[in-house]
């Protein structure tokens, strides 16, 4: 996949999520799933993953071992998800070269973010990291980060914040109530 042609991508979901860094959050679930879905009918290889199931730092690895294809080698810790994370970008394993890219999801990660704090946001730097490795061959990776807490935060991650979906920017539209406006238009 070549990298992104601002004359004719800009408007784009895939372009949008990225052009503040390869991760970014939501809260409303049906904004979660229509980006995924967007994603999918676009090409992307998609690794959902439910982090709302996740108390210990081993069932993180042993669920991202399993869907990314990990080698039976993978050492299920931060260093070796980071190594095979790269392996990733090199497309050894977890995607394809005909695949668009490859969207990683994490659904109720707040509820890791709480239970593994510092895990949770060093899972999602590797994730940035990675993303902009792969960028640099034309390898698209995006990380969609959904939370059940509309006040979430993130320290910087790769060196760019951890934002808010378009839609969700304002704190106001992650408000119980709140009208729920658009992720894209086509």
Known sequence: MTVFDLEVDAG??????MVNGAVTLFWRTPLFAEAI??????????????ANLWTSDDDLHREIAA????PDYYGRNLNALNDCMRD????AYGTT????????????YDAFARERPQTAQIVLDIM???ARCAMLTGHRILCLVQSNDPNITFEPVG??????????????????????????TE
Do not use: C, K
Request: net charge negative; hydrophobic share 40%; charged share 25%.
């Open 37 to 50: 879905r967007w994603m999918s009918q676009h090409g992307y290889r998609i690794v959902s993953l439910d």
């Open 67 to 70: 869907a990314l294809d990990f």
């Open 128 to 130: 940035a990291d990675q």
């Open 88 to 91: 990733v970008v090199d497309y």
């Open 97 to 108: 070269r005909d695949a668009t890219g490859l969207l990683m999801t994490f659904s109720g």
């Open 12 to 17: 784009r979901l895939d372009f949008r999520l």
């Open 159 to 184: 060196a760019a914040p951890v934002s808010w979906n378009h839609a969700e920017w304002f704190d106001d539209q992650r408000q119980p109530g709140s009208a729920p406006h658009r992720l894209f």
